[in-house]
């Protein structure tokens, strides 16, 4: 399975600042995407990034608060903006292997964000 | 709406006891069933998957158990062990969108 690393690994902000979450997969992959995980909760689809086109954002969830950048098959980030303390999470991405068996994801080690 | 609902919420196994995790979904159009394991501080770890053209796939001490007509599955570690306590996550999706659903998760101690 791919390999996926996460910078930073986690970080305290401060409310109204914004932070970028960084995420590398040692091998090109088709699909990626961004999950938010609350503290003890399930994991909630932020919003699928594909290389060439605009993330696709799921309910709830809107471009000017989680802006995506993919710009290559290996790479892409998240950015938090204006933060507030219901921002802290972990900011978890995961890949789909690209030729590998429909709907397989491999997560990253996540980013926990703190927000004061 | 809650698709994937999965209980129970905690669970205390002695080392060496089955653990079972149970999850119910309502889309019959889901058609592929993950498990993750998760530690503290880690990120969701894929354990075991199931498609429904199966009712039962096993993976050293994993099996998942599938239900099609009950829209249930669960996952039962066998001899569970102390370092198979985390957090279990179900999930369920369509095939061709890739999209994951996830249940709200099952935090398993196994003590010694």
């Known amino acids: 399975s791919a390999v996926i690393s996460q910078k930073p690994s986690r970080d305290i902000c401060q409310r109204g600042t914004s932070l970028t979450i960084q995420c590398q997969v040692d091998?090109?992959?088709?699909?990626m995407f961004w999950y938010r995980q609350q503290p003890g909760q399930s994991l909630t689809l932020i919003a699928t990034?594909?290389?060439?086109?605009?993330?696709?954002?799921e309910s709830g969830f809107v471009i000017d608060k989680f802006p995506i950048s993919r710009p290559n098959l290996t790479f892409s980030t998240l950015t938090v903006s204006n933060m507030s303390p219901e921002d802290s999470s972990i900011y978890l991405c995961?890949?789909?292997?690209?030729?590998?068996?429909?709907?397989?994801?491999?997560f990253g080690p996540g980013t926990r964000l703190t927000v004061l | 709406q809650q698709q994937v609902k999965q209980s129970p919420q905690s669970l205390i196994v002695q080392k060496g006891g089955i653990s079972i995790i149970n999850c119910a979904y309502e889309?019959?159009?889901?058609?592929?069933f993950p498990w993750y394991q998760q530690f503290p501080g880690k990120g969701p770890a894929l354990l075991i998957a199931?498609?429904?053209?199966?009712s039962e796939k096993k993976e050293g001490r994993f099996t998942i158990s599938f239900n099609k007509s009950a829209k249930q599955f669960s996952l039962h570690i066998m001899d569970s062990q102390p370092g198979d306590s985390a957090t279990y996550f179900c999930?369920?999706?369509?095939?061709?969108?890739?999209?994951?659903?996830f249940g709200k998760g099952t935090m398993l101690l196994v003590s010694p």
């Open positions: 995961s890949v789909e292997e690209a030729g590998a068996s429909t709907d397989t994801q491999y």
């Open positions: 091998s090109q992959v088709t699909m």
């Open positions: 990034a594909n290389q060439g086109s605009e993330a696709t954002y």
């Open positions: 889309n019959t159009a889901f058609d592929y």
């Open positions: 199931i498609r429904p053209d199966v």
């Open positions: 999930a369920a999706s369509i095939a061709g969108y890739s999209t994951l659903t």
